[in-house]
Every structure is written in structure tokens, then in C-alpha cells.
């Protein structure tokens, strides 16, 4: 089964909480996506508009685990801080840690992001840090203390679906070990199920479920296409060929009279 620092997931599926049309149809959401692990900001407004102790209750009776983040902290400082309340408010050593660099693109800082995760995994913290497929700062964090690794596929929110999979496949080559989670910028399932093919562990997503038409039928179809993609990898896929192969083999030769 597997696990993030020593705790079993059932699910590999990580869903986002924010931009849902209401409370209702995020608890529904998660629900149908069967998740055991949901990432909550502690920044930004949420479902329906709650914010704050509301949304935070409302997150804490989804009887599932809560993984805060950092979104929009833009300095080692400010996501330090943010992890620190996030501590104190879900009572969990978890962080997804997020250290935007960019202002376009949310590309992370990936300086500052391995910054930040030394001091967090020095201070006890199980960090998730979101970070790009480079295989130098993906060294880098590991030598930090981090136990996970959460690469993009695209910009955050972008719903553009994997742009690099040579990079994504050198990372599953490179941390056979480590489990690999793809965070954002995943758009359709068909996404989601092409990176559990290559052999990602999990997949994190928020917007192309909050900001489906509908979010519950589109959890359920990100459910089903983890599962399938999860189960090809396990099956050993074949890899393109340039020439055609028969797939009904041919012996001897029919005569027609
Ligand atoms: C909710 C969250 O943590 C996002 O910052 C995350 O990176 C998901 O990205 P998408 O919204 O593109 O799925």
C-alpha cells in the first residue's frame, strides 16, 4: 500500500478544496473521488465563500486527512509561518509546502522552497513540497528532509495536462524509491491516468474538479482513471513501435477456390 512518511493512503487520489460552487458540493466531491487525503490553504477563501473557522470546520468533518499548504506565500518567511498556524489549527505535522516564484506562471522558488523545507523538516515537519521536474532541486529537497516529492505538470490551475513527460519520466527513473505525487496542472482524467501510467505513485488536483460543470461526476471519473492508470503501469504496458505487427499472426495460406 502506500504510504507518505510511514502513514498508509488508500486512496491515490489527493483533491484540493478550494473554488467549489458550495460546501455541499465539495463534501459530495470528495466523497465521490474517494480520497483519503484532502490539501486545505489556509489563505485563501473557499467553497461557497467560507473562509476561516467555517470552511475549516466544515473540512474536519470530512473524516478525512487534512494536508495544509502554503498557497500564495511567496517567501521562505511567510510559508514558514503559514506551516507553523496550519500546525496548530489541523493539529498535523503535515505540509504541502508551496513558495510561488512566479507571478504568471505560480512557477515555485525553488531556491527558497528547499530553504523552507530544511527548516521545516528540521523543526519536525513531514514536508510535501511542490515543486518543478527538475532532478537537481528534486536532490536537493531530498537532502532537505523530505520524504515525498510533488512535481507539476503544468502551471497550477492551467488544466493543460502534461508538457514535459520526458522530464516526469527521468524523475520516476531517477527516485524509484520516492514517492512521486503529481500536483497541478492536471486538466482531464485522461491526464491523470497518463502520469499514473508512467508510474507516478498519486496525483493532487484541485480546479479541474472544482471548476467542472459538474464536480461530483468529475471526482468520480478522476477516481476511475487513477485506478486505470495505476493498474497499466502494474501491468507492464508496451512501449510504441515504429513498424506495424500483425496482431493476428497468420499460418499457411487460406485457398479460395
Ligand atoms: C489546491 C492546491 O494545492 C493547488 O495549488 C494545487 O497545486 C493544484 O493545482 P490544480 O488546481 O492545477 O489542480
Redesign the pocket.
Known sequence: MLEFYGTPVASRLLL?T?RYPSPVILADAVQASGSDVV?V?LRRETAGGKSGGAFFDLIRSLGVRILP?T?GCHSVSEAVLTAKMAREVFATDWI?L?VIGHHDTLQPDVFALVEAARILSDDGFRVFP?TTDDLVVAERLLDAGCQVLMPWCAP????AGPQNVPALRAMRHHFPDVPLIV????GRPSHACRVMELGFDAV?????VAGAGDPVVMASAFASAITAGRDAYLADPLEPRDMAVPSTPVIGKAVFA
Open positions: 484540493g478550494s490539501t490553504s499548504n498557497a504541502k508551496e511542490y497550477i490551475g492551467s488544466a500536483d497541478a496542472g492536471i493532487l488536483l484541485n480546479t479541474a
